[in-house]
């Protein structure tokens, strides 16, 4: 049996025993090469699903579309490590309970799926900690290396190019998972703290603010890039971020239920006379 | 007789219209995007594009652009206005549900008050229009009662050529036919024959749609949360829509003096109609997609006699969840009106 033929199995008799009321996964969508989020209520409706090497979004922000988890009954997902790292981090942030999730694993390498083992989230623990050492390579990337070379008025020039096709569609924001404040900094207008214009300064406004909230939470899904109707390399902001908590602090996003928020951590005997 | 604009003139034409003080713009892409740019050599365009991923009427309408300055005086507030540079424009290499997109929101900047923001730039701007001969899997203008050569919206209609090597011209208006004047001498006459235009089919009925959101009682129907479930509420499709117009006043400044500037919004976000006291009758996603196709389908038809899209697919090509007007249209095809 394939692996989609494996799990469709599962999901129907996660469905048909009432072990979960919903399942989360991926179903064709409108060309070949795409998937659609596919929500399964019942064991009929996970004849769709589909699971192979274009099942890429992290469908984990869906577990906090109003009214879906506060009932208490469990949901099952469909996640790759990426996603089930934002797991740990939602239920350390105490947006979900994680207890309430039952994850089915995949991992895709070179077009092929394999199916990861566990189904809570504390089961994965080992497979994030082995993704934690291999970080420092794994963030590489040649493009940013190239920004890191170069001065500070050239990466300005860079990035102020890249923003500039900005069109504040705020579809990076609602495609991350990590993401889910009810009222969004820019959406706070009493007073508008953060320009909503997309001219120059208010580009550059919304994605430093974005880029500093996501620090050591985001983990590098790739919703947001992929997201970006106008394709500014978000990935780029992401991967140097991650690199600088990694680096400063040992801190890798989504270790576990109860890791610290890197950024929204207190020591009182911290080494530094000053926090942000 | 037909004239014909041969590729290799295209530059002399670039030249040309510079000359006499228009700014050429044309579709462009760079590395990782494309829309609608400014040019200096026909070699910058690219019309190989489907489309440009970023719709024509930020030309038009610009995602923010500054209204009227602003200074609060003890006893009075002194304004200043704004108004869009008065450049004069040849968009060369429309593509027809671009154009068509123009004309649709016409009525609409146009209705109570007239926008002079809009209207300047449209009446300065000349639109040469590229009939399509290729297409992708998003592409519905057929569906909308357009087609891949439509003229709607468009000063002058380029046909391509079978030899792919330059186009037949065809001229709307006098504002086309003023612009092809200044080139007439790098135009031949003859018509060599035009290649087929692109094949795209039709996805789904539109007067079914319309008649079933028409019918009050499907308001309420359970389909609006189904449909709409997956979607994440951000406004790309909004903004790469060619006939999406809503915006919101902001005031960017201190107390005492500012700039008010006009931001493009969207009915997907949900502070789009939060009330001051917290209330929002448009509570969840699925109300908010239902207003984007109750307001394009139903609402701008009802008072303006024309459909609020010009089937670009732009909104389902770029949804990062697979959503978009074809889907919803398809689906409420099928259902009973
Ligand atoms: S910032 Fe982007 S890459 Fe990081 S978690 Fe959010 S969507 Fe994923
Ligand atoms: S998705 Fe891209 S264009 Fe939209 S707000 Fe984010 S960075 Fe800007
Ligand atoms: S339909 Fe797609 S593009 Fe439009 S708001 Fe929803 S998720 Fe965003």
Request: with cysteine; glycine share 6%.
């Amino acid at each position: 049996m394939t692996i989609q033929e494996t799990y469709k199995a599962r999901v129907k008799k996660l469905l048909a025993s009432g072990t979960v009321k919903m399942v989360i996964g991926y179903k064709p969508g409108t060309t070949a090469d795409r998937r659609r989020p596919h929500f399964i209520r019942t064991p009929e409706e996970a004849d769709q699903l589909v699971l192979d090497s274009a099942c890429i979004t992290n469908l984990s922000g869906y577990l906090l579309s109003e009214g879906l988890l506060s009932d208490e009954k469990a949901v099952a997902i469909f996640l790759k490590p990426d996603g089930i790292r934002s797991i740990n981090i939602l239920a350390a942030e105490a947006q979900l309970n994680s207890e309430q999730i039952l994850i089915l694993g995949f991992d895709s390498n070179d077009n092929q799926v394999t199916a990861l083992e566990g189904e809570k989230v504390e089961e994965f623990t080992t497979l994030i900690e082995s993704i934690k050492e291999q970080a420092p390579e794994a963030l590489k990337n040649p493009l940013l290396e190239q920004i890191e070379g170069m001065t500070p008025k050239e990466r300005f020039a860079f990035w102020q190019g890249e923003f500039s096709r900005c069109i504040k569609c705020y579809a990076c924001r609602q495609a991350c998972p990590m993401c889910y404040c009810r009222r969004c900094i820019v959406d706070c207008n009493q007073p508008q703290w953060v320009n909503t214009s997309s001219h120059t300064l208010g580009n550059f406004e919304w994605n430093i603010v974005r880029a500093f909230h996501l620090s050591g939470r985001c983990v590098g899904c790739g919703n947001c890039d992929r997201a970006c109707p106008v394709n500014i390399p978000l990935r780029l902001i992401n991967a140097k971020m991650a690199q600088e908590v990694l680096g400063a602090f040992d801190h890798f996003s989504g270790m576990s239920h109860t890791q610290e928020p890197v950024l929204a951590s207190f020591k009182k005997d911290d080494s530094e006379t000053f926090i942000l | 007789m037909t004239r014909i604009l041969q590729s290799d003139k295209l530059d002399n034409c670039v030249a040309r219209w510079r000359e006499a003080g228009l700014t050429v713009i044309g579709p462009v892409k760079n590395e990782s995007s494309s829309s609608y740019a400014a040019v200096e050599k026909a070699a910058e365009f690219d019309f190989s594009l489907i489309m440009p991923d970023r719709s024509i009427k930020e030309l038009f309408f610009p995602q923010t652009e500054p209204m009227l300055h602003y200074t609060i005086k003890k006893q009075r507030i002194d304004t200043s206005d704004f108004t869009p540079p008065p450049e004069k424009r040849i968009i060369f290499g429309a593509r027809p549900c671009d154009a068509s997109g123009l004309a649709i929101d016409d009525p609409l900047f146009g209705w109570d008050y007239k926008d002079n923001f809009w209207f300047q730039r449209r009446d300065t701007t000349v639109i040469v229009t590229i009939a399509c001969t290729k297409a992708d899997d998003f592409c519905m203008c057929t569906s909308l009662k357009l087609a891949p050569d439509s003229t709607k919206g468009s000063d002058v209609l380029l046909r391509p050529l079978q030899n792919n090597k330059g186009w037949q011209v065809e001229e709307l208006t006098d504002r086309g036919r003023d612009a092809f004047n200044e080139i007439a001498d790098l135009l031949q006459d003859g018509s060599g024959p035009a290649a087929p235009t692109a094949v795209v089919a039709e996805k789904f009925n539109l007067d079914a749609c319309v008649a079933w959101l028409q019918n009050p009682e499907n308001f309420e129907s359970t389909f609006w949360r189904e449909i709409s479930m997956r979607c994440i509420g951000c406004a790309s499709c909004t903004f790469l829509c060619p006939t999406c117009h809503c915006f919101d006043f902001q005031d960017e400044g201190d107390t005492y003096s500012g700039i008010r500037r006009k931001n493009w919004d969207s009915c997907s976000f949900a502070l789009f109609t939060m009330h001051t006291s917290g209330h929002n009758p448009r509570a969840t996603q699925s109300a908010r997609w239902r207003q984007r196709i109750m307001h394009k389908f139903n609402y701008f038809p009802g008072k303006f006699n024309v459909n609020s899209c010009s089937g670009c697919g732009r909104c389902s090509r770029q949804c990062p969840v697979d959503m978009g007007i074809t889907e919803t249209l398809q689906a409420i095809s099928t259902l009973p009106s």
